[in-house]
């Protein structure tokens, strides 16, 4: 047997749980993560933020530069639709002349002549854009992250447990993981699947040490393809699973995100499960995950670590939601 088959088959003891890792041998099906924080815990990793870390960190920013790690959102946006979730969509409420014409405000017409009125609404899937996933995104066997279960906890609105609304404001050291830079490439291949190895050899390029709390962000350079939602979306590199263990049980990650809008290669490496690097991060470790996040500017800069700052929208009982992260340069 070899180290990667007998890692699937054994399965890790990390930050003093034990969780089912996913495996060739149907006898040895995993099974979510029990939180270490305990049972009504429902965030995760998350936990390792604390006071005195997010002190530390703001401690250290050169503020002379920010960096916008956030995508634009438009109609014909790359988007998630293979199971039928909705694209993108904008579309104006008001305009300036249409409001003069119905007076919708009935503020008379001299008034809506004068005064110019435009509003919009929008309507997507939640995983859409710049986004972070929530521990309820992905579960094993009926149940997510720290063993509740949907049958109790999911209603017709959403989770009552580990829904968005539940993640903290983000403050924390970031780094960066600029794996094209490290290659000596623009971007990963099609369909490249990130290793162990990879992420060792950018990091020992960089110059970067990983550290328990961390966000670590890891460039595929697919962001280069954003405008094209064809491009963007077909057959995109992403993480392997044991690059994703690594990240996690040996560089301590708190958060993991990546450029891509899969974050995880395709097809599955893991015989018995169709999303093994989702469901061993959301639902086995309790990681939240960032997908679609802009980095092309940090690695234009070679801007390795950083003060990560983001916040997302407080959906109650969602899966995943918009995040607007920003990253400040350390001193």
């Known amino acids: 047997m070899n180290k990667k088959h007998l890692y699937q088959v054994l399965g890790f003891l990390a930050l ?11 006898a040895a099906k995993p099974t ?15 936990n390792l933020m604390t006071a005195e870390s997010r002190a530390a960190v ?23 639709q293979a199971a039928g979730d909705p694209p993108y969509q904008m579309w104006m409420t008001h305009t300036p002349h249409g409001d003069h014409v119905s007076d ?18 929008i309507s ?8 972070i996933d929530a521990l309820n995104h992905f579960g094993l066997e009926g149940k997510i992250y720290n063993g509740f279960s949907a049958a109790e906890h999911l209603g017709d609105r959403g989770w009552k447990v580990t829904g968005a609304e539940k993640l903290p ?16 490439v623009e971007m990963l291949p099609d369909g490249y699947r990130v290793t162990k190895q990879d992420l060792q050899a950018a990091l020992v390029k960089q110059k970067t040490l990983l550290s328990r709390g961390d966000v670590v962000l890891v460039r595929t350079g697919r962001m280069r393809l ?64 960032l997908e679609l996040v802009q980095l092309e500017q940090l690695a234009k800069d070679a801007v390795y670590e950083f003060a990560f700052l983001g916040g997302s929208l407080k959906l109650r009982g969602a899966d995943a939601a918009p ?4 990253a400040i340069p350390l001193k």
């Open 169 to 184: 404001p983000i403050v924390a050291r970031g780094v960066l993981i600029d794996l094209p830079r490290a290659k000596g």
């Open 124 to 131: 997507m899937y939640t995983h859409t854009g710049t986004h």
């Open 323 to 326: 995040i607007r992260p920003i």
């Open 226 to 289: 954003y405008e094209n939602a064809h491009a963007y979306m077909k057959n995109p590199p992403g993480l392997g699973i044991e690059a994703a263990r690594f990240l996690v049980e040996e560089g301590g990650a708190m958060v993991v995100g990546a450029d891509n809008l899969s974050f995880e290669a395709f097809p599955s490496e893991v015989q018995g499960n169709y999303v093994p690097v989702h469901t061993y991060l959301l639902a086995q470790q309790g990681v939240p995950i």
């Open 32 to 46: 979510v993560g029990v939180s270490p924080w305990g049972p009504t815990d429902q965030v995760g990793r998350l």
């Open 58 to 80: 703001l401690a250290r920013v050169d503020g002379r530069k920010v960096y916008d790690l956030s995508v634009e959102y438009f109609v014909g946006m790359p988007s998630w």
């Open 16 to 26: 003093g749980l034990t969780v089912g890792i996913a495996s060739q041998s149907s």
């Open 104 to 121: 919708s405000m009935k503020v008379g017409k001299e008034m809506s002549a004068h005064v110019a009125y435009s509003g919009a609404a």
